[in-house]
């Protein structure tokens, strides 16, 4: 998945010495039924987004402009795939069917992929660059609330793929060219971004165990302040990026 160029600031304070849940490994934490379903929930909604992810770069290997590009987004989709595997994984050796964590997901991610089908290339590499960007803020926002086996697979499989810095360098190349495309890209972002919100808060309040968590239902949660404060701080992030794709928000 896309690692963001500007990941929300209370995301990075992830490094400050943990409490509760957060200073916990998972043999311990686990044993709360709550917060086992919130995790067996969130390793099912990431790795069924790997899983779109890498069928989607596949997808948009079909409209890269050259063969350079073909094998770069191939790359990219690759690794998307391996960080699949390794949620897949993690989820069997805890005792659960890894399909079954993740089909709760699926007409969430399918619907937002519905809305939001790019025209083009450029269009493609806008929304990944966003749509990812937007899903790891979240991702990176939640771990730091995760126990630490927990933490650590979901901040690995966010790892960057490449594709933020390709995007960019590709995007910008196409502004620079044919300033007026920029409108257009600027146009697709926004909507995008709302489309993503949009998901991710209908995930979260259809899912108890992980809306529990997000509320602070859970030791160490979120309050409903603080899930506020979040999804602020993904949109001030989400600006950020805009600008390095030379786009206004």
Do not use: C
């Not at 790359?75 to 960080?83: D, G, L, N, Q």
């Not at 969430?108 to 590499?125: I, M």
């Not at 933020?164 to 007026?180: G, L, N, Q």
């Amino acid at each position: 998945m896309t690692s963001p160029d500007n990941a929300p600031d209370k995301a990075a304070d992830a490094s400050a010495e943990p409490t509760g849940i957060a200073a916990q490994d998972w043999a311990t934490a686990s044993a709360d039924p709550q917060y086992r379903a919130a995790v067996v929930d969130l390793l099912g909604a990431l790795a069924y987004g790997e899983l779109a992810a890498f069928e989607r770069l596949a997808e948009d290997a079909k409209l890269a402009p050259t063969l350079a590009d073909k094998a770069e987004l191939a790359k990219m989709a690759s690794a998307e795939f391996h960080h699949f595997e390794q949620l897949r994984d993690r989820l069997a050796s805890i005792g659960e069917e890894p399909t079954g964590a993740m089909e709760p997901f699926v007409a969430a991610y399918e619907g937002f992929h519905k809305q939001t089908a790019p025209s083009d290339w450029l269009e493609g590499l806008v929304k990944a660059y966003v749509g990812d960007s937007i899903a790891s803020d979240f991702y990176r926002e939640v771990a730091a609330r995760l126990d630490s086996d927990t933490r650590a697979l979901v901040l690995g499989v966010l790892d960057d793929t490449g594709h933020a810095s390709f995007a960019v360098e590709k995007v910008r190349a196409a502004i620079d060219a044919e300033p007026r495309v920029g409108g257009r890209l600027a146009l697709w972002a926004r909507r995008l971004m709302g489309e993503a919100l949009s998901q991710s808060q209908r995930v979260v309040a259809e899912r108890d165990a992980l809306s529990t968590m997000l509320v602070g239902g859970v030791a160490d949660g979120f309050d409903l302040a603080e899930v506020g404060r979040m999804f602020s701080r993904i949109t001030e992030a989400h600006t950020k990026r805009m600008a390095a794709l030379g786009l206004a928000a």
